[in-house]
């Protein structure tokens, strides 16, 4: 329908529309309004018949608006084709960490209502229902913000936290009490609720976070990157004062936790998850409202999702897709829980944002393993509130398969509106200019006079530095070993790790523990208190677990998992450089790939003597209780059993109970199946207990039962 020179003129077109100086006069042409009406024409064929859209919704709304505005302005220049006349077919670690009543699980995620409808169908096989049977489902927004938890004690805010890892978050109920949207007191007690956890979101309005910016801007200060980060970043300020001055709210989705003044679970009394949100409405929260709503079906669910998806950018606040949750309270706890999310809960994703900028040249980097990664250097381009100029192209194999060139106009996304993410290259705009991307052979990082050549294994994607010279894997190394899924050294960042490492202060992973604390009180930006608060955190990161020692030394595939394997299996850490081959694979889920990389790293005198340097310097070698495995419970009524408790307990709490089953042996799981051997039930129990009488293979317990048989155990 288009040539290739008609595209290339409408894709500069745009551009020019788009910015400010090529906005159409408020008095237009004829002609220019025609221009303007082809040029949106052009991109509703992109996008509507081919499906390969070049601009961002974004960006096509902003042409449509402009068309919109002038052809209000003068009607006398609308044309019976115009576009406008069809109808249209979206843990800082400075805080204390505090357990969350319940985990904060993550939701699993859909991006298209096939997704959706499967989600559905899963529910109706898992729980029984007949395909064509209608489940009630709760919608609302997936605010983009920094997650909190609020616990409420005798109706009094008593502390906030961040979501953290999920299970524990970092305490920060002072700057959560400056919100005022968070009450300071909510009257659960009506309602014969004594303590209490909300989940909520912590945003920023997009209008307040522009008037910021321009006040930042007018006071020469850096400019916030984007609402969310800033709401996120202000639940973690050291002043509450100053995070009162981020203009922050707080919308309230979700009870997560509810007991009496017995400590028992009343969160039943709510039939519900509506029922719930309206209680918290009633009592004074911020909640989801006109944006929410009740769908008789998955039909109804889709619908209501893509109408949000088509209207996200008119919200007054960042959402990246919808929240779809089962509406009923039992059929959620029929559904249960995986490790990761609740079963009865689906995130539909919005179309990620997305936006077009040349490719003008990629730079390459050196993992801590030697893995050499290219990286497209974009002109900057604003993508989804931040703005973007360097993405991965993660190796040589997704350069080819992109067929990716030096010049190109390429689409770029934002995945789940986080991840930058070239899409493709704009193949009809290329004019010959363009220049392919050579991967190197030799290592690009290498600053020496010798070179080194790469090295790529048969079953790997990336190419990597076999012998590094130059000392930039080192760094990788360091900065990798400090960080927080290793070593986790508090106030020892990156930046940190270069800054010493520039100085020549520090060149292996020992000397980290052996800096010169006065040199570094000296530093500009330290001073004596900076530098004994780095101290004691290298002082603490000494008594480590060797399971975290292990996996911060950078060994190929060697993670967390085996780490711990391998550490429960030891007395000190240099025990390994005498094991075999047959020692690794010996233990379940140890194969033979990363055993022979540890058997080897091992095996090189060099790293033993790096261990035996840090050993001297404090750091400990030593399998200390953490690393020891849990001894397992193989006797007694509960060793082996699946457990699940079901109705009101009286005389403890459901998860105190759960522990202890947990203890002696049981594992607890969610739903009534033929997998389950016992049933604890308590008052109103309900239709678990009437579906495991049916079975007929479950052990039922009534809770005085359930505490005979732990204290025959225990005696």
Same mark, same amino acid.
């Given at each position: 329908?288009?040539?290739?020179? *008609? ?68 009607? *006398?220049? +609308? ?56 489940? #009630?489902?709760?919608? #609302? ?9 609020? $616990? ?19 305490? &920060?109920? %002072? ?39 321009? /006040? ?31 203009? &922050?709210?707080?919308? +309230? ?33 911020? +909640? ?29 606040? #960042? ?104 899409? =493709?290259? &704009? ?41 590094? $010279? ?68 290298? *002082?603490?990161?000494? /008594? ?17 998992? !085996? ?9 000190? +850490? ?41 050993? %001297? ?39 105190? %109970?759960? *522990? =202890? ?36 293979? !479950? ?14 155990? %225990?005696?």
């Amino acid at each position: 329908m288009y040539t290739r020179d *008609e595209q290339r003129a409408f894709f500069e077109l745009s551009k020019k529309y788009l910015s400010q100086d090529g906005a159409i006069a408020a008095t237009p042409t004829a002609q220019q309004m025609e221009g303007l009406r082809r040029l949106i024409i052009y991109h509703e064929w992109r996008y509507y018949i081919l499906n390969d859209p070049v601009v961002s919704d974004f960006e096509y709304d902003q042409l449509y608006k402009q068309l919109e505005k002038l052809e209000e302005a003068h009607p *006398e220049l +609308v044309t019976p084709d115009s576009p406008t006349q069809r109808v249209s077919a979206d843990l800082n670690s400075e805080f204390p960490e505090v357990a969350h009543l319940t985990p904060m699980l993550s939701l699993a995620n859909s991006y298209n209502e096939e997704d959706l409808f499967d989600f559905d169908g899963q529910i109706k096989r898992l729980l029984g229902f007949a395909e064509d049977a209608d489940i #009630e489902y709760a919608v #609302e927004p997936k605010f983009d913000g920094g997650s909190i938890a609020l $616990v409420y004690e005798g109706d009094r805010l008593v502390r906030a936290a961040t979501r953290g890892n999920g299970v524990m978050g970092e305490e &920060m109920t %002072a700057n959560a009490r400056v919100i005022r949207s968070i009450p300071l007191k909510a009257n659960f007690s009506e309602y014969g609720i004594f303590r209490v956890e909300l989940r909520g979101e912590v945003l920023i309005r997009k209008d307040i976070f522009k008037k910021m910016n321009i /006040q930042r801007a007018e006071q020469g200060l850096t400019l916030f990157a984007n609402p969310r980060n800033t709401a996120a970043g202000g639940l973690r300020i050291k002043d509450p004062k100053e995070a009162a001055q981020r203009g &922050m709210e707080a919308f +309230v989705y979700t009870l997560g936790y509810a007991v009496d003044q017995n400590g028992n679970n009343v969160l039943n009394r709510f039939a519900t998850h509506w029922e719930s949100l309206d209680l918290l409405d009633k009592l004074g929260f911020k +909640v989801p409202a006109v944006e929410r709503k009740i769908c008789k079906n998955i039909k109804e669910v889709v619908d209501f999702c893509h109408e949000w998806q088509e209207k996200r950018d008119t919200y007054p606040y #960042e959402i990246d897709g919808m929240v779809v949750k089962i509406n009923s309270r039992e059929i959620q706890e029929r559904s249960g829980y995986t490790a990761h999310h609740p079963r009865w809960a689906i995130a539909f994703k919005f179309r990620a944002k997305q936006a077009t900028s040349k490719l003008i040249h990629v730079e390459y980097q050196v993992g801590k393993i030697g893995s050499i990664t290219p990286v497209a250097k974009l002109e900057p381009v604003q993508l989804a509130g931040v703005t973007v100029s360097s993405v991965s192209l993660h190796n040589e194999d997704f350069i080819k398969s992109k067929d990716l060139r030096l010049g190109d106009t390429v689409l770029v996304e934002r995945a789940g509106d986080v991840i930058p993410y070239i899409v =493709k290259p &704009m193949e009809e705009l290329r004019d010959g200019s363009e220049q392919p991307i050579e991967f190197p052979r030799y290592c690009p990082i290498n600053d020496t006079k010798t070179p080194v050549a790469l090295v790529r294994e048969e079953d790997e994607a990336a190419w990597r530095c076999p012998t590094c $010279v130059c000392g930039a894997q080192d760094l990788q190394r360091i900065i990798f070993h400090v960080s927080k899924d290793a070593m986790d050294i508090e106030g020892m960042g990156k930046s940190i790790i270069e800054r010493f490492f520039d100085l020549g202060w520090i060149r292996t992973i020992a000397d980290v523990y052996n800096l010169d604390y006065e040199q570094i009180a000296d530093l500009e930006g330290f001073g004596k208190k900076s530098a004994e608060n780095l101290r004691k955190n290298i *002082e603490k990161a000494k /008594q480590n677990p060797i399971q975290r020692l292990l996996h911060s030394l950078s060994i190929h595939h060697l993670g967390k998992k !085996v780490s711990k394997l391998l550490a429960a299996e030891i007395q000190h +850490v240099l025990d390994l450089k005498n094991w075999t081959l047959e020692d690794f694979t010996h233990i379940k889920d140890v194969g033979p790939i990363v055993a022979e990389n540890v058997m080897l790293w091992f095996q090189n005198e060099k790293n033993i003597a790096l261990l035996e340097e840090m050993e %001297a310097l404090g750091v400990n070698l030593k399998q200390t209780d953490e690393d020891r495995p849990k001894a397992r419970v193989t006797e007694g009524p509960f060793a082996g059993k699946t457990i699940l408790f079901t109705g009101t307990l009286q005389k403890m709490g459901r998860k105190e %109970a759960q *522990e =202890k089953a947990e203890s002696l042996g049981a594992k607890n799981i969610s739903a009534v199946s033929s997998n389950l051997n016992i049933l604890v039930v308590g008052e109103a129990a309900g239709s678990k207990l009437k579906k495991a009488q049916e079975l007929g293979t !479950v052990q039922i317990l009534t809770e005085d039962e359930f505490l005979q048989l732990i204290d025959g155990a %225990a005696s």
